[in-house]
Nanobody, 124 residues
Framework: QARVQESGGGLVQPGGSLKLSCRAP????????MGWFRQRPGKEREGIAC????????YYGDSVKGRFTISRDTAENSLYLQMNSLQNDDTAMYYC?????????????????WGQGTQVTVSE
């Protein structure tokens, strides 16, 4: 199980922005598509963004499309998620992990490869 470490979460007001980071040595440089997942209170974990290993193709869930941008720095073994126009419904624990995507349907590519996550809370 490869190690991942997410950071950058926090408390932000509606309409605000945050940028999440994930360090995943051994994954970002090994040909994996990498993505972001989140688990909102009382709901199952969902895939929200997935970026191909080359960085050329990005997929987004319908709930974040147009507001969030995924990027990666393979040399730094890092993955990022720029989140803009945050809404109360974006409150969740956010995780990065290898992903697989078909249009807006994003799923984990490796079983149980989860870090501790980083909490994002959107509130007045």
């Amino acid at each position: 199980q490869a190690r991942v470490q997410e950071s950058g979460g926090g408390l932000v007001q509606p309409g605000g922005s945050l940028k999440l980071s994930c360090r995943a040595p051994g994954l970002t440089s090994d040909g994996y598509a990498m993505g972001w997942f989140r688990q909102r209170p009382g709901k199952e974990r969902e895939g929200i963004a997935c970026l191909s290993w080359s960085g050329e193709r990005a997929y987004y869930g319908d709930s974040v499309k147009g507001r969030f941008t995924i990027s990666r720095d393979t040399a730094e073994n890092s993955l990022y998620l720029q989140m803009n126009s945050l809404q109360n419904d974006d409150t969740a624990m956010y995780y990065c992990a290898p992903c697989s995507a078909l249009a807006s349907h994003i799923i984990p590519a490796l079983p149980d490869n989860w870090g501790q996550g980083t909490q994002v809370t959107v509130s007045e």
